[in-house]
Nanobody, 113 residues
Framework: QVQLVESGGGLVQAGGSLRLSCAASGIVFGINVMGWYRQAPGKQRELVAT???????NYGDSVKGRFTISRDNAKNTVYLQMNSLKPEDTAVYYC???????WGQGTQVTVSS
């Protein structure tokens, strides 16, 4: 069955970095636009970044210049490198596979001031 397993979340101080990973199984990874989204308490889920099968990328305005999305099609994995983290980046981060309209279970990122 389809599985998207996120990892790499945690607690970090403002200005720090984290790298999230999303390992996919049960899908044809290479045909998917893969995405990272996030949801903070009391807020709607929002786009963080997407990457097409050919590695074209798109970012939400609030993370441009700080976050980088990448993918390794051989490993069926998508990554999110997050630098210069801010307290407002605190949220549950979700991985998404477009073709299957499937979400991972999420990983918590907490940035302390």
């Amino acid at each position: 069955q389809v599985q998207l397993v996120e990892s790499g979340g945690g607690l970090v101080q403002a200005g720090g970095s984290l790298r999230l990973s999303c390992a996919a199984s049960g899908i044809v990874f290479g045909i998917n636009v893969m995405g990272w989204y996030r949801q903070a308490p009391g807020k709607q889920r929002e786009l963080v970044a997407t990457i097409t099968p050919s590695s074209s990328t798109n970012y939400g305005d609030s993370v441009k210049g700080r976050f980088t999305i990448s993918r390794d099609n051989a490993k069926n994995t998508v990554y999110l490198q997050m630098n210069s983290l801010k307290p407002e980046d605190t949220a549950v981060y979700y991985c998404h596979a477009s073709y299957y309209a499937y979400w991972g279970q999420g990983t918590q990122v907490t940035v302390s001031s």
